[in-house]
Each structure stands twice: as structure tokens, then as C-alpha cells.
């Protein structure tokens, strides 16, 4: 149980409402325990002969003290069972918070699947041991000791003989309790793998059914499902053999009292309201007991279930503050970026050797500048750009911004500066409006673009003029109601619209045509007047404007230049921007006609 320790930190803006519930459940247990006693008294005074008016009152008193139990049950689940979705609601605020500030390569590690299923499925058994199984421990502990101290009061001996065989029931609760922990977790492991499964074919449904692939992943679905039950019933085999055990042992208790008991009534030495009463406190001594398998299944799983999401919370992010951090002097236009002897390679694991992506790069642009990166598939254009971004941090050299060691800047600051167009675009499930004012810093900056003008420079407001609510049209999942060219200038007008002094844009025209291409870069040349520029992309006409230009390959610069000096040498780009313009020409060639590309 080493995990659940962690929720004790939780429980402390709640503490009254802890100590109240505990309160609740231990005076209605109190009060619960006195009916038997004055069933006892009734049964007895009736066989003695006292008034009638005895026993009436006596009978009002059994209904007044259920009604008072009652009210304090009712206020010990109100308070507790309502302490536990406080404290899941404080928990999974803090998952989330923890996971926004985890990095990129934390991501490359853990699926989606697996983190949705350990917000959803195991933070609800972390609920159900931070509040109902704390209840019902207090329930069992103080319910039982109330009927304890009764029946001794009753009869020492024939209690001695009552528990006997109750004996081994907290022996089979501790050995069954530990498998359960370890089925449990196995069942939760599946179930995040399933998730995972589900989540990867609702989100590229298309692709399934493109390629035909319903079948095969149905059935790869029944399989995981299949295990899922397996796991599931193993678990539930385990769980129903803890009860039969626990009745089997109270079973042989309630013979010996009855036995025993009745001989002792037979005989004199216990009246029928003392037996009567006896195995009426027997019933609330078992109960507990057999409810103590059901809380130490409860407990079981939610340390399980903690466990896995200790390790979500134990996760530490490698992008972080340095601790004497230097801030960013003010600047009005754009900021100068500096690589020195810059390597990097992806995490990899242990004993693993890395596969380095950049290696040896430098370079300098100038504040307010524009560099284009070129290179084939491959060649560590992405990473070039991450590595500004500090999605990653450099293994290798020292990258500056103007003039700071980009590790010194605090990450907030750094990422306030930068606009970022990915390669991969991503929309959220919002109006179109909202995803480009997302990240919006100010109304009030210099050189101000609004989002409307920044909609214009990337050609998206021609687009807009179709959809049916405009700029309010809300968007599917990951903006699947929009083409791939629409989802690329809603990406561009959203870093624009940031108006920031830093823009990466990584191939993010990749998907327009080439006319709506020379439109938006018509629209840059204004709109990044002032700012700095890194553009990577695989076509020349997005380069062309560049102050300089880097080609990428094998992880290194091979080449750099203007887009004209480097047209000069006939190397490397030379070689990409012709291949280049074969491409464009054969993806516009009218059916039918032939092209010479002869030179």
C-alpha cells in the first residue's frame, strides 16, 4: 500500500469535512450498537411481565435511535463520499497540470491511449479508496468494536468461542489482497492498451477505411477485448472466493452460538433477550468483517491504480528553468538566433547508442532576418527548428538568443517570442475563430497584426466566405472538416496573429498549391518586415526571399548561401530546387501534353 500514502497531501484543505465524516461514522455506529441492547431489555421485561407502557416507549425508542443512525449514515457517505470527488477533482487537475509541463520527450514515450486510460479508469479507483473504503474501514473497525464490548457484556465465554473461528479471516483478506493488487494491475495495463487501440482507429478512421482495414481491426479489437475479460475474470475469481471464505468462517460462528448459546439459555445462564441480542451483535461483527474483503479490494486497487499514476506525477520534465535565469531585453522588431557547434539526437534508452539528427551546426541570423533551411526527407530540418522552440534541448554546443544562452531564458519567456508553424497541423475542437486567437498574447503590441489580417495574409479569408457561420464554424476533431491547405493557412494565421518576434514556419505550405503559395508569401514579405525568420521547407519559392539559405544533409550544413549564389554552384540545392520544379511542372500538366525537360 505504498502508493495510496500519496494521496495524505490531498486530504489536507479537507480535513474538517474528513474529521466530520469520521465523526458521523463512528457515533452512528455507537448508536446503531445500543438497538440490540434494548431489544434485549424488551424481550426480557416482556417474559418478566412489566406494563405494556414499558415496552411501547422502549419500542419508540429502538424507531428514534434507527431515525438518528440513519441521519448519520447519511452525513458520514454526504461528507466522505464527496471528500473523495473533491480530492479526485484536485487530482486530476494536478495530473494535467504535470502533463502540459512535461516535454516532447516524455510524449514519444507514453501513448495517448494509456494516459486517457489512467485519467479516466484508474483515477476512479484512486476515488473509491480515497473516500468509500476509508469509510468503510471506520464502519468495520468502531462497528465492530461496539459489538465486541456488548457481547462481552453479555458473555465473555461464549464471545471466546464466537471468534475462534473467525480467526482466519484477516489471514485470507492479507494473502488474497496482494493477488488482487497484482491482477489488478494487469487489468489496468490492458485496459490502457485497449484505449490506445481505440483511440489510434477513431482518430485515423479514414486511413482505416481507406485501406479497407475494418475487418482485421475489429477483430484485433475483439482479441484485446477478449484478454481484457480473461484479465477481468481472473480477477473476479480471486475476488469471489474471498467472500464464500469469510462466510464459511462466520457460518461456523453463528452453529457455535446457537449451540452454545442455547445451552446456556436452557440452563439459566443467559436469558432469551441475551441470546437474541448475542446473535444479533454477531451479525454486526461478521458484517464488518466480510465487508473488510470488499475495503481491502478497494484499497488494493486504488493502490494499484496509484501507482500507475505516481508514475505520470513522478515524471520530470528535462525542458526547465535554469536557476539563475537572464531575462530578454525588450525589443520592438525581431531577435537574432545563433547555433554554435550545435548537436542533438533523440533520447534514446539506456545502452541504446544515439542516432545523432544535427551534428556540428552553426550559423548565425540576424535580428530581424529570414533564414530558409533546405534538405531532403530526413536530413534534421524539424529538429533544427525544435531546438529553438527548446522542444528538445541541444546534446551537444549552445544556441543564443540575442547573445543568451537559450537554456538561461525562462521557457515562458522564450515561447512568448515565438510563433510556430508545425509540420504536422493541429486544430482544437473550436470555432475557427478561436484557434487563431489561441496563444493571442496582446491587443496592444507595435506593428500589430489582428487575427482577421492575419486570416488575409495566409489566403484563409477567401476559403472562410463558404463555410456556412464564417470565422464561427466550429471545427471537428483535429480540424477534419477542413482540407489540408485550409488546416495549414488556419496554422499560419494563427502564429501570425501571435505577433511574434520569432516565426518558424516548418514546411508549412507543404500542402497549398503553388498559386495560393505565391499569394501568402506575398503577404510574409510584409508581415515578417522587422521579424526573425526560420523557414524550412522542401520547395524553393518559400526560400527564395531569404536572406540566407542552410542546406541539411546527413546532419550536417553542406551548403549555405543566397537562393541565387546557391543556383550558381550547381551543388546540393541546385539539385533539390530541380527536381523541385520536374514536380511542379508534372503536377500541372494538362493530361495528354508532353514536357521536355531537356536542358
Avoid at 482518430?203 to 482505416?208: P, T
Avoid at 551537444?396 to 521557457?411: A, R, S
Wanted: glycine letters at 10%; charged letters at 20%.
Amino acid at each position: 500500500m505504498k502508493h495510496i500514502k500519496r494521496l495524505i497531501p490531498y486530504y489536507r484543505p479537507y480535513k474538517l469535512q474528513l474529521f466530520g465524516g469520521l465523526v458521523l461514522v463512528t457515533v452512528g455506529s455507537a448508536i446503531a450498537s445500543v438497538i440490540p441492547w434494548f431489544l434485549r431489555t424488551g424481550i426480557d421485561g416482556i417474559r418478566s411481565g412489566v406494563p405494556l407502557s414499558v415496552t411501547f416507549r422502549l419500542g419508540i425508542s429502538i424507531v428514534g435511535v434507527a431515525i438518528i443512525a440513519g441521519i448519520c449514515r447519511f452525513g458520514m457517505r454526504y461528507l466522505l463520499n464527496g471528500l473523495s470527488r473533491w480530492i479526485e477533482f484536485d487530482l486530476r487537475n494536478d495530473l494535467f497540470v504535470h502533463l502540459m509541463k512535461l516535454d516532447a520527450s516524455y510524449y514519444t514515450k507514453m501513448r495517448t491511449g494509456d494516459v486517457m486510460a489512467r485519467l479516466t479508469n484508474d483515477l476512479s479507483a484512486v476515488r473509491m479508496a480515497a473516500g468509500p473504503a476509508i469509510m468503510y474501514l471506520t464502519n468495520t473497525v468502531f462497528g465492530g468494536m461496539f459489538a465486541l464490548v456488548f457481547m462481552t457484556r453479555i458473555s465473555v465465554s461464549l464471545t471466546l468461542l464466537a471468534l475462534l473461528p473467525m480467526i482466519g479471516i484477516p489471514a485470507i483478506a492479507l494473502k488474497l489482497g496482494k493477488l488482487i493488487h497484482k491482477r489488478f494491475e494487469a487489468v489496468q495495463e490492458h485496459f490502457s492498451t485497449i484505449t490506445t487501440h481505440a483511440q489510434e482507429n477513431l482518430s485515423g478512421v479514414r486511413i482505416v477505411r481507406a485501406y479497407q482495414q475494418e475487418e482485421s481491426e475489429i477483430k484485433h479489437f475483439s482479441e484485446l477485448n477478449n484478454e481484457y475479460i480473461t484479465r477481468n475474470l481472473k480477477l473476479v475469481r480471486l475476488w469471489g472466493m474471498m467472500h464464500p471464505a469469510f462466510s464459511f468462517l462466520v457460518g461456523i460462528a453463528s452453529v457455535v452460538v446457537l449451540g452454545v448459546g442455547g445451552a446456556y439459555t436452557l440452563n439459566g445462564s443467559m436469558s432469551i433477550g441475551d441470546l437474541v441480542a448475542f446473535g444479533m451483535y454477531l451479525g454486526m461483527l461478521t458484517w464488518p468483517l466480510i465487508a473488510l474483503g470488499w475495503v481491502i479490494n478497494l484499497f488494493q486497487r486504488g493502490d494499484a491504480s496509484m501507482g500507475r499514476l505516481v508514475q505520470i506525477l513522478d515524471a520530470k520534465p528535462l525542458i526547465t528553468d535554469d536557476k539563475s535565469p537572464i531575462d530578454l531585453p525588450k525589443s520592438a522588431g525581431g531577435r537574432s538566433i545563433e547555433f554554435r557547434s550545435v548537436g542533438f539526437h533523440y533520447p534514446v534508452a539506456a545502452g541504446e547508442p544515439p542516432r545523432w539528427i544535427l551534428r556540428d551546426i552553426s550559423f548565425v541570423v540576424k535580428a530581424g532576418s529570414t533564414l530558409g533551411v533546405s534538405g531532403s526527407t530526413g536530413s534534421g530540418k524539424t529538429a533544427l527548428i525544435d531546438l529553438i522552440a527548446r522542444t528538445y534541448d541541444a546534446i551537444e554546443g549552445e544556441i543564443l538568443i540575442d547573445g543568451i544562452p537559450i537554456q538561461k531564458i525562462p521557457v515562458n519567456d522564450l515561447r512568448k517570442e515565438i510563433g510556430y508553424v508545425t509540420q504536422e497541423t493541429v486544430l482544437f475542437s473550436e470555432t475557427l475563430k478561436a484557434n487563431l486567437q489561441y496563444g493571442v498574447l496582446s491587443d496592444e503590441t507595435e506593428h500589430q497584426i489582428s487575427w482577421k489580417d492575419a486570416a488575409h495574409i495566409a489566403q484563409l479569408d477567401s476559403a472562410v466566405i463558404d463555410f456556412p457561420k464564417g470565422y464561427d464554424t466550429m471545427l471537428g476533431e483535429r480540424g477534419i472538416n477542413l482540407s489540408g491547405g485550409q488546416k495549414q493557412r488556419a496554422s499560419m494565421a494563427r502564429a501570425l496573429a501571435r505577433n511574434p518576434s520569432i516565426l518558424l514556419l516548418d514546411d508549412a505550405l507543404s500542402a497549398v498549391d503553388t498559386h495560393t503559395e505565391a499569394a501568402i508569401l506575398a503577404g510574409l514579405k510584409t508581415a515578417l518586415s522587422g521579424r526573425t525568420s526560420v523557414i524550412a521547407s522542401h520547395r524553393s519559392s518559400a526560400l527564395r526571399a531569404a536572406e540566407t539559405i542552410i542546406v541539411l544533409e546527413d546532419g550536417g550544413i553542406v551548403e549555405s548561401g543566397t537562393h541565387t549564389e546557391l543556383i550558381q554552384k550547381e551543388g546540393r540545392y541546385w539539385n533539390l530546387v530541380r527536381k523541385q520544379s520536374i514536380k511542379d511542372e508534372l503536377d500541372e500538366k494538362p493530361q495528354g501534353v508532353n514536357v521536355d525537360h531537356s536542358t
